[in-house]
C-alpha cells in the first residue's frame, strides 16, 4: 500500500497542514508519496522531500495550477491515481483548500469521502468527531481508494530529515477552463497564523466592542507573542475579523497555551480549541462551560484581570 498526500504551499512555502497529513498519511500505509502541484514551485518541492517518511515527492507545474482552482487539481490528481490502483489512500489537510478539493476528486473516483480524521486506527478504519466533537464516530471504508481529509489538530507534524527523497516530474494536464481565479484580498499581519500559532488569545463577546478588544487583548498577545482570535459571538457583534473564529465553523486550533477571556464556551467553540495543550481561562461566571476544559481558570472581570497579567509579564 502507499499513501499519496496533497501538498498544500503558497507556490513557495509548503505549509504547516502538510506536515500533520504527512504523519496521518505514515499511519495508513508504509509508503508515503507527496504531490505537489503549483506553478514555479519546486523550491516546494525540494523542501516536501526532506521530510521524515516521504519516500518520493511528485512535481507538477504550471500556470493552471497557481492558484490551485478545484476543478484542475482534482484532474491533475487524478491523472496520476486513476485505473493505476497505485495508491490505496489519498489524504489531503482539512483546509478550505483540502476540502475543496477532496470531494471533487473522491467523486470522480467513486467512492465515500472520510472527513476530518483525527486517529487512524488501521489502513481502513478512522475515528472522526461528530457533533461538535462530543461524540467521536469510527468510520470503516472498503473502497480501494481511500479519499481522505485530515484534522491537523489530531496530529504531529512530520518532522525534517536528514537526507532528501527523490523529486520525480509529472506533466501537468491542461485547465479545466471550469472556473477562473479573479483576484484576492491577502490580510498582512506580524502575528503568527491563527492556525499555527503556538499561543493564542481569544475574546468573546463580553468585551463589549471591538475597540475594547483591542485595548485589552491586544498587550497580552503582544507580551506573548501569541496570535489572535475570537469566538463566533464576537465576531458576529463585528467585534474582530472573520478571519480571527475559532471554532467549529471557523479555525480548528491545537496550540500549546490558549487563553480564552470573557468566552463562555459554547459547544461550536470547545468544538475548536478544546485540544490545545494547556487552556486558561479567564470568566467572572464561575459556571461558564469553558471552564469544563480549561486547565487554568480565573473567576474574575476581564477588564481587570488581563491588565494586571500584562503588568506581571
Same mark, same amino acid.
Given at each position: 500500500m502507499t499513501a499519496l498526500v496533497i501538498a498544500e504551499h503558497d507556490n513557495q512555502h509548503l505549509k504547516n497542514a502538510t506536515l500533520n497529513a504527512l504523519t496521518a498519511a505514515s499511519a495508513c500505509a508504509p509508503d508515503v508519496h507527496v504531490l505537489v502541484m503549483g506553478s514555479a514551485c519546486a523550491g516546494v518541492a525540494a523542501q516536501a522531500s =526532506? %521530510?521524515?517518511g516521504v519516500a518520493k515527492v511528485i512535481h507538477a507545474d504550471s500556470p493552471s495550477l497557481a492558484h490551485f482552482t478545484a476543478e484542475t487539481c482534482a484532474l491533475q490528481v %487524478?491523472? %496520476?491515481v486513476k485505473g493505476s490502483n497505485a495508491y490505496s489512500h489519498i489524504l489531503f489537510a482539512s483546509t478550505a483548500s483540502g476540502k475543496n478539493i477532496a470531494p471533487r476528486v473522491a467523486a470522480l473516483l467513486d467512492v465515500a469521502q472520510i472527513s476530518d480524521i483525527t486517529k487512524v486506527l488501521s489502513p481502513d478504519t478512522?475515528?472522526?468527531p461528530i457533533y461538535a466533537g462530543n461524540a467521536i464516530? =469510527? +468510520?470503516q471504508s472498503l473502497d480501494s481508494v481511500k479519499v481522505i481529509t485530515v484534522r491537523t489538530t489530531g496530529f504531529d507534524a512530520a518532522a525534517n530529515g536528514a537526507s532528501s527523497a527523490p523529486v520525480e516530474s509529472l506533466q501537468a494536464v491542461a485547465d479545466a477552463a471550469l472556473s477562473e481565479f479573479m483576484g484576492q484580498e491577502v490580510a498582512v499581519s506580524d502575528r503568527p497564523e491563527l492556525t499555527a500559532a503556538k499561543v493564542i488569545v481569544s475574546g468573546g463577546r463580553a468585551l463589549g466592542s471591538g475597540e475594547k478588544f @483591542?485595548? +485589552?487583548l491586544t498587550p497580552l498577545a503582544?507580551? %506573548?507573542?501569541? @496570535?489572535l482570535g475570537a469566538s463566533r459571538? @464576537? +465576531?458576529d457583534a463585528g467585534y474582530a475579523p472573520n478571519d480571527w473564529q475559532v471554532g467549529q465553523t471557523g479555525k480548528i486550533v491545537a496550540p500549546e497555551l490558549y487563553v480564552a477571556c470573557g468566552i463562555s464556551g459554547a459547544i461550536q467553540h470547545l468544538a475548536g480549541m478544546k485540544d490545545s495543550k494547556v487552556? +486558561?481561562?479567564i470568566n467572572k461566571d464561575p459556571e461558564a462551560p469553558i471552564f469544563s476544559v480549561a486547565d487554568y481558570g480565573l473567576e474574575a472581570d476581564l477588564f481587570q484581570a488581563v491588565p494586571e497579567w500584562v503588568k506581571l509579564l
Open positions: =526532506t %521530510l521524515v %487524478l491523472s %496520476l478512522f475515528e472522526r464516530a =469510527t +468510520v @483591542a485595548e +485589552v503582544d507580551k %506573548l507573542g501569541a @496570535a459571538a @464576537a +465576531v487552556i +486558561v481561562a
